[in-house]
């Protein structure tokens, strides 16, 4: 993969661009704006990167991805204790999801599992608003791991701090000030999902693993199966990139709601989980991922930001708000 020192030789057809966010974060001002200037590029051509020197501790990062494959190997039933119909926490099944259907296309369901957690605190002021059990209920947490609450707990935390690391460079590269987010993420809808794909013979299963969607929200940062891949971007090409991320990187998309917020300047682009590269038959091996996707504060206005539009040109979008956005999205995704 290319670095962030050279940009230029960037193909996107061929690999995603790496970006050292630890240089953005330390760097000069000179060097700051130039990483933020390549970020530009990368969010208006592709809208994915992968990021590196991150500054999420490695334990985190492989206490919360054994805890979900722990999670993953208990009894049905067991996962199936903590499922509530229609709650974006807790445990949803295999097929329970399609999400294509949140483009508007008719899908066969997702061959995968998933367990999902929320915000970890509820702002005091959001018990009068509606949907407020969506947004902010309590979590549904297994019992089994032991030490699974702790773990996904501290990866939350660490998680909104990365994301918020990120929002800020995202601000110097539309030349806005660096907290220009924060106050859209003062408490966050962000949620944390670790997805299970099992193995399956192909000759005997159609369904996708992932059907083509674009996410919903300001980011996704994903810990990506470092093993097992499958992950397809979508390019302006219409062809499909499959990519892949080392143990110790995260892939970064934007969501729709940044798309939004940049008018269309910067790209919320198709993704979808297949087939691992050179599987034509026979057994694909069970593949495991963790999506961090950050969403903005329920009652944040999602308008174009000033510097996104051009003298005399209009929005192409009216604003929007940011939790009814999202809970339209999620309730079209299930199955």
């Excluded at 990062?61 to 999670?71: G, I, N």
């Excluded at 296309?105 to 061959?111: E, K, Q, T, W």
């Excluded at 013979?201 to 969607?213: E, F, K, L, M, Q």
């Excluded at 989980?273 to 593949?287: D, M």
Aim: proline share 6%.
């Amino acid at each position: 993969m290319n670095s962030s020192s050279d940009t230029a030789n960037w193909s996107f057809d061929k690999e995603l661009p790496v970006v050292d966010l630890g240089a953005f974060t330390h760097g000069t001002e000179a060097e700051r704006r130039k990483i933020a200037g390549q970020v530009d590029d990368i969010c208006r051509s592709i809208g994915f990167l992968v990021i590196d020197n991150h500054g999420v501790s490695h334990e985190a990062c492989e206490s919360a991805w054994s805890m979900a494959k722990e999670f993953f190997e208990l009894s049905f039933e067991k996962k199936l204790a903590i499922n509530e119909a229609g709650c974006p926490r807790g445990y949803s099944p295999v097929a329970a999801e399609a999400l294509s259907q949140t483009r508007g296309l008719v899908s066969a369901p997702d061959n995968k599992e998933s367990f999902s957690c929320g915000p970890l605190v509820a702002p005091p002021e959001a018990d009068s608003v509606s949907d407020f059990d969506f947004f902010y209920g309590p979590n549904i947490w297994p019992d089994e791991p032991a030490e699974f609450f702790q773990a996904w707990s501290n990866y939350y935390r660490q998680m909104e701090v990365l994301g918020m690391r990120i929002m800020g460079m995202l601000a110097v590269a539309l030349n806005l000030d660096e907290d220009y987010f924060v106050s859209f993420h003062r408490h966050a809808l962000s949620a944390l999902r670790g997805n299970n794909y099992p193995a399956f013979d192909v000759n005997n299963c159609t369904d996708p693993r992932s059907g083509a969607h674009s996410d919903y929200g300001t980011l996704t940062i994903l810990k990506a199966d470092p093993d097992v891949g499958g992950l397809d971007v979508q390019l302006p090409s219409g062809n499909w990139l499959s990519v892949t991320a080392s143990q110790n990187t995260f892939i970064i998309n934007l969501g729709d709601l940044m798309a939004r917020w940049t008018n269309d300047r910067w790209v919320s682009t198709l993704h979808r989980v297949a087939l691992p590269e050179g599987v034509k038959n026979g057994l694909v091996p069970r593949r495991q991922s963790i999506p961090f996707f950050m969403h903005p504060d329920y009652d944040a206005t999602i308008s174009a930001i000033p510097t996104c539009l051009a003298t005399g040109e209009k929005a192409k979008y009216k604003p929007v708000s940011a939790g009814e956005y999202l809970i339209k999205k999620y309730r079209s995704s299930l199955y």
